[in-house]
């Protein structure tokens, strides 16, 4: 296995996928992709999206709301686009305004049209294994143990965070019962007691809190695989600024049996994730009475 599990290679081949898919079976899938306000950090992502969509073949019509838009203002637009046929995918840039319930506008989504998943629904069915969509960062942390022939099955495996995004669907994919699943998992958070001794007997270790360098060589096993989710800015040389993930890479590699980079890691897998999703969405809307089971399956075996 290589030491360093860097995103492109899995980015590349799943941006195959999505083009040769896109050919086969003469999709055009579009997406809206709606914003409150114009966040200059929410822009950089929202750029792109629209950027790295369009080179693969997705359509994607922003569409940006006032900052001051009302919950009801905003339930009305995505019912309108629940009802457009032309729109194949839905996504709600974050974070949204405080006056805005997050998971009241989750679930107002289609659940046919829910890139992103975050509708209840969606995130119900990765319990139940059922068919639907996975959220972005979890499926590319999929992905990429998938590429990189890390199959967690019996494995202990230890995941640091349990946001609703990241960390607690990802546990529920990887105790699925399947190839590339089937781990044994712990998830932490910062109510975790002695922490270092879970993190200490993990063969496979995820990271996901959100704060810089937090995972030390002393608190992994020699051989363990370490895969960062984390992107955390911080200030190198005075007025230098620069992106570094939860692990403490350098202090980390020579210890670990292998790592991903950050940047150049799972980040880098995300916004092609959520293209294979709005694919996803497009084929249903184009066979609705069948069911597009096995897609995930399609990817790596493509
Ligand atoms: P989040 O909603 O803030 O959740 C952070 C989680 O980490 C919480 O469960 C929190 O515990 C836990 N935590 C925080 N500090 C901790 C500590 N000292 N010890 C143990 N647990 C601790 O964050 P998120 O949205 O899941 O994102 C996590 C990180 O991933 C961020 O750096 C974010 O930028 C990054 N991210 C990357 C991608 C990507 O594409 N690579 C996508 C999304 C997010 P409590 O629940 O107890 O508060």
């Given at each position: 296995m290589d030491k360093q599990l860097t995103g492109k290679p899995v980015a590349t081949k799943l941006k195959n996928f999505i083009k040769a898919k896109i050919e086969q079976e003469s999709l055009q899938p579009t997406m809206a992709l709606i914003q409150l306000g114009k966040d200059p950090a929410s822009q950089f992502y929202v750029e792109n999206i629209i950027k790295n969509g369009a080179k693969l073949g997705c359509h994607i019509d922003l569409i940006t709301l006032a900052v001051e838009t009302t919950e009801a203002e905003l339930a009305v637009k995505i019912q309108d686009l629940n009802d457009d046929?032309?729109?194949h995918g839905i996504m709600i840039q974050k974070p949204?305004?405080?006056?805005?319930d997050d998971t009241e506008i989750n679930s107002l989504v289609s659940p046919l049209k829910d890139i992103d998943s975050l509708n209840p629904i969606n995130l119900g069915k990765i319990v139940l294994e059922a068919d639907g969509f996975l959220p972005c960062t979890p499926f590319a942390v999929w992905l990429m143990m998938q590429y990189y022939g890390?199959?967690?099955?019996?494995k202990k495996l230890v995941i640091l965070g349990r946001s609703a995004v990241v960390g607690k669907p990802l546990a529920n994919i990887l105790l699925w019962k399947r190839p590339f699943a089937n781990a044994t998992v712990t998830v932490c958070h910062s109510?975790?007691?002695d922490l270092e001794m879970i993190t200490q007997e993990a063969d496979i270790l995820i990271s996901a809190?959100?704060?810089?360098?937090?995972?030390?060589?002393?608190m992994i096993r020699d051989g363990a695989i370490l895969i960062d989710v984390g992107i955390n800015e911080v200030s190198d040389e005075p007025g230098e600024t620069k992106y570094v993930g939860d692990i403490d890479y350098n202090g980390c590699i020579d210890k670990a049996l292998a790592i991903t980079p950050v940047p150049g890691g799972v980040g880098t897998v995300t916004t092609a994730v959520l293209m294979a999703n709005l694919v996803k969405a497009s084929l249903g809307h184009k066979y609705p009475n069948k069911k597009i089971d096995g897609f995930f399956d399609l990817i790596f075996n493509a």
């Open positions: 046929v032309s729109y949204l305004p405080r006056h805005i890390i199959d967690p099955q019996g109510k975790t007691k809190i959100g704060v810089p360098h937090f995972v030390k060589p002393d």
